[in-house]
């Protein structure tokens, strides 16, 4: 979608190879598989990129290429079909046909997804508890507002909210963290109001909190708040918030260096440092990985052997190969 997008937000060489390093290092977790489980979790960011792509000017090709995408999106999980107001909102805002059938199709995929939940009785006790104020705003401020940018702080101010939680003494600080994100959400929207990024403030907040009050956090859903884990429901959200503030740099058609500009640009490289760092760490020096070339060897010699694969422990069944 960066790579061959035609979004303003994208639109030269810079710009493009910037967004595409903010998508891969957003994420400090090993948990971001692309299989069945987690990709539901790209196709979200996917759905968001499409929103800030034009609907005006589509070749034949790429109109359906957007609307195909649109409509798998839906139908693979609640949390592309959570963004269809957002659609609505650029449907009433440009006036265009195409917003138009891209809204209808996102709508109509996920009013299909949450039927067959709801027939399906998938609703298990433990999606529907919801966290409190207080605890979504922890989970919302270290995730979404620290972990991006620093993970060992993110962790630190995880340590200290375990003993608060204890001793009920944390309230202060999870309205605290709303308030935050409430203020940096209404000031990138206010900076982003004449940009295709007009919408990614408000996707970071529905994705956020539907991972926040939906994902698999244990009681109270306080196990979220620890920065290792459930971090797969906070991949697209963290890409989210940093392609608008990447948008938020230079908002207008040249770079005029004002002090907004600036802390953007800062939080983005603080970012790209951190988010760097610890994909080294997960993904290249990372000493849990099993030897593949060593497993598959080992499997042609013996096709009953399953290879060992990441996370450890995990193995393949490959069944004897094709001869």
């Known amino acids: 979608m960066i790579a061959w ?6 639109d030269t060489v810079p710009k493009k190879t910037l967004a595409l390093a903010v998508v891969v290092y957003a994420t400090t977790s090993g948990e971001i598989w692309l299989n069945a489980n987690g990709s539901q979790y790209y196709a979200a960011l996917v759905t968001v990129l499409i929103l800030c792509e034009p609907t005006s000017g589509l070749s034949r090709h790429r109109a359906w290429t957007y609307r195909a995408l ?3 999106n839906g139908l693979n999980g609640t949390l592309s079909a959570l963004i269809a107001p957002l659609y609505w909102l650029k449907a009433w805002r440009t006036g265009q046909r195409e917003a138009v059938v891209q809204a209808v199709l996102l709508t109509a995929a996920g009013l299909v997804q949450f039927a067959a939940i709801l027939t399906a009785g998938l ?3 433990g999606r529907t508890d919801v966290a409190t104020l207080p605890a979504l705003g922890m989970i919302v401020g270290i995730k979404g507002l620290i972990m991006p940018f620093d993970l060992a702080t993110a962790h630190h101010v995880y340590e200290i909210v ?4 204890a001793e009920g003494r944390f309230d202060a600080a999870g309205y605290a963290f709303l308030a935050m ?5 209404s000031a990138l929207t206010y900076r982003l109001r004449s940009t295709p990024a007009v919408y990614l403030p408000a996707a970071f907040a529905l994705l956020i909190v539907a991972a926040s009050e939906f ?3 244990g009681e109270g859903h306080y196990a979220l708040m620890h920065v290792f884990s459930g971090s797969r429901y ?10 608008a503030l990447l948008a938020a740099v230079c908002p207008g058609a040249a770079w005029r260096g004002s002090a907004a500009s600036f802390v953007a640009l800062a939080l983005v490289v603080m970012a790209l440092l951190n988010g760097g760092e610890w ?6 020096a990372g000493s849990d990985f099993a030897p593949w070339r060593a497993e598959v060897a080992r499997w042609r010699a013996d096709p009953t052997y399953r290879p060992e694969i990441w996370p450890p422990g995990w193995r393949l069944e490959l069944g004897p190969p094709e001869r």
Do not use: T
């Open 279 to 284: 994909f080294y760490r997960a993904a290249v």
């Open 215 to 217: 994902g698999l956090g």
């Open 70 to 72: 649109l409509a798998v």
């Open 234 to 243: 906070f991949f697209a959200p963290a890409a989210i918030l940093l392609l």
């Open 123 to 125: 609703l298990q006790v």
């Open 181 to 185: 994100a409430a203020l940096l959400l």
């Open 5 to 10: 997008g035609r979004s303003a937000l994208w």
């Open 162 to 165: 375990c003993d608060d939680v």
